[in-house]
């Protein structure tokens, strides 16, 4: 199974490019992105970690509501498992627009899976990622280039692997975690997870209305 950065790399032009990570977290994926040759830079609303491992990065403050970057200054954005945590996914494009001069790259993790299963009991997002695909498919001002579907594999030999990996992506889980850590320690199965991802590919076109 591929990784996501073989997909990115497989599908965009990174080279000499500048290339926004809406999302970025700890900026993982935006240090992959310079060593491809992109000129990476990331965005999220806590870039402290970011700041902390790659100092000499570029990493800014805001939201995909609200991005902290002038008119037309990147050529690529990427929302790498973000866009459904957006509270109003609509509202991203408009800034989208606003900022990309050519294509707009969303990953979003699709609703099935043993994964997603495993741990839906501590934060089911069956609606949000739902809310996610459909404001891609509203999205105006761009054009629909492509998507692909692959699936993502990761190993869990132990349980503490898979509290590590939930609570990283959203650490206001850790309560519920708790509260239901008996029952899905005895769900827990040691081994391969499976997460089936969607790309859409879009490309920046007609002015959009709203920017």
Same mark, same amino acid.
């Given at each position: 199974?591929?990784?996501?950065l ?7 032009? /990174? ?12 900026? &993982?994926?935006?240090?992959a ?16 970690r ?16 609200? /991005? ?22 609509? &509202? ?48 105006t001002?761009?054009?629909h ?26 650490? &206001?889980?850790?309560a ?7 029952? /899905? ?7 391969d ?12 076109? &007609? ?5």
């Amino acid at each position: 199974m591929p990784s996501d950065l073989e997909v990115i790399a497989d599908t965009l032009q /990174l080279h000499g490019r500048t290339v926004v990570d809406v999302g970025c977290g700890d900026g &993982s994926l935006v240090r992959a992105l310079a060593a491809a040759g992109a000129d990476a830079l990331g965005v999220d609303i806590s870039v402290t970690r970011a700041r902390e491992i790659d100092p000499d990065g570029r990493y800014l403050e805001g939201g995909a509501e609200r /991005l902290p970057l002038p008119d037309a200054s990147v050529d690529v954005a990427l929302l790498m498992l973000s866009l459904h945590h957006v509270p109003d996914p609509d &509202s991203a494009f408009p800034e989208l627009h606003r900022v990309v001069r050519d294509e707009v790259y969303i990953a979003e993790p699709l609703p099935t899976g043993d994964f997603f299963e495993l741990m839906r009991p501590v934060d089911d997002e069956t609606e949000v990622r739902a809310a996610a695909q459909a404001a891609i498919r509203r999205a105006t001002g761009f054009e629909h280039v492509r998507t692909i579907e692959y699936d993502v594999k990761f190993t869990s030999p132990r349980f503490e692997a898979f509290r590590d990996r939930v609570l990283a992506a959203d650490p &206001s889980r850790a309560a519920r975690f708790a509260e239901l850590e008996p029952e /899905l320690r005895a769900r827990f199965r040691p081994g391969d997870y499976v997460v089936p991802m969607r790309v859409d590919v879009l490309r920046h076109s &007609s002015p959009s209305g709203n920017s």
